[in-house]
């Protein structure tokens, strides 16, 4: 087996958690708030990884919905980016207090 315990992987996912919320509560900046989202889907990832490997019934169903959970996470981003792009356009700014309005 491993000689890392899974308290080490469950501390990493919370406090890669903890940073990603912080950074999306907090933040005005449009793509650091996707990055931080990036960074609590990864925490995520971790946990479904850890809880796979060193459950109860340890199986392979926790790292198949992390792959599914990449996918979702790399068409996320992508389609965020490309929204923030066509924002961007239209009001010329990334903040995300100044993005309120439909109107230009």
């Known amino acids: 087996m491993s000689s890392v315990p899974a308290s080490a992987f469950l501390a990493l996912a919370l406090i890669l958690f903890c940073i990603g919320l912080y950074g999306a509560l907090t933040k005005r900046n449009t793509v650091i708030v996707l990055i931080s989202i990036e960074l609590m889907l990864n925490a995520v990832n971790i946990n479904l990884v850890t809880f796979s490997k060193y459950g109860l ?3 392979i169903t926790g790292q198949v919905f992390t792959l599914f959970a990449m996918a979702v ?5 992508a389609v965020g ?3 923030l792009m066509s924002v961007y356009r239209n009001k010329k700014t990334v903040h995300i207090d ?3 309005e ?3």
């Open 81 to 83: 980016l490309a929204i």
């Open 102 to 104: 439909m109107k230009n």
């Open 73 to 77: 996470g790399a068409a996320e981003a």
């Open 98 to 100: 100044e993005m309120d």
């Open 57 to 59: 019934n340890p199986s």
